[in-house]
């Protein structure tokens, strides 16, 4: 078999994308940056975004949240061509869309929390909210969107009116 070959036989199926070195599909990556994120001091997570991130975690957070890659790309603020040519490339994202990322892991984590397991903050987080007018993934593409979700969040965490 030639080299070529061999490495069309170890490609990964479309929207699982894998480097040589870790062989950590783009969706676990995706996760262990959530993870790092969330136990993270203010500190840690300064340095981690101004440290600049895989670009894979924009293909493995449209597989976490099972939402086409564009949907996801939009609320991290990256256009499609871009964010192809980052994949590509293996071309770091940026401070913005890093904070952007680390956003939607922190407002996943709290979610998490409120609801008592990922699945339902992940469905609480894709399903259209009527105090938020989206649903509150869709909102994560600006500050002032975060905010408003952590309100209603606190609002259902301790039973509060929204």
């Known amino acids: 078999m030639s080299l070529k070959a061999q490495k069309a036989s170890r490609a990964a199926p479309v929207g699982r994308v894998r480097t040589k070195r870790s062989g950590i599909s783009a969706l ?14 203010p500190s840690e997570r300064i340095s981690i ?31 499609s061509a871009t964010a192809a040519r980052k994949i590509k490339n293996k071309i770091a994202l940026g401070p913005y ?4 990322l680390a956003r939607v892991a922190l407002i996943e984590s709290e979610a998490e929390s409120v609801f008592g397991s990922e699945a ?25 969107g975060a905010n408003e979700i952590k309100k209603v969040l606190a609002a259902i965490a301790y039973g509060g009116s929204v």
Request: aromatic letters at 10%; a negative charge.
């Open 28 to 41: 676990s990556a995706y996760q262990n940056f959530n993870q790092a994120i969330v136990r993270a001091n």
């Open 49 to 79: 975004i101004r440290g600049g991130v895989d670009p894979r975690m924009l293909v493995g957070g449209s597989e976490f949240f099972q939402i086409p890659n564009q949907n996801f790309f939009r609320i991290i603020g990256v256009a």
């Open 97 to 100: 869309e890093a904070e952007r």
């Open 120 to 144: 339902l903050a992940k469905q609480w987080l894709l399903t259209e909210n009527h105090a938020l007018g989206s649903a509150p993934l869709q909102l994560l593409d600006t500050e002032i």
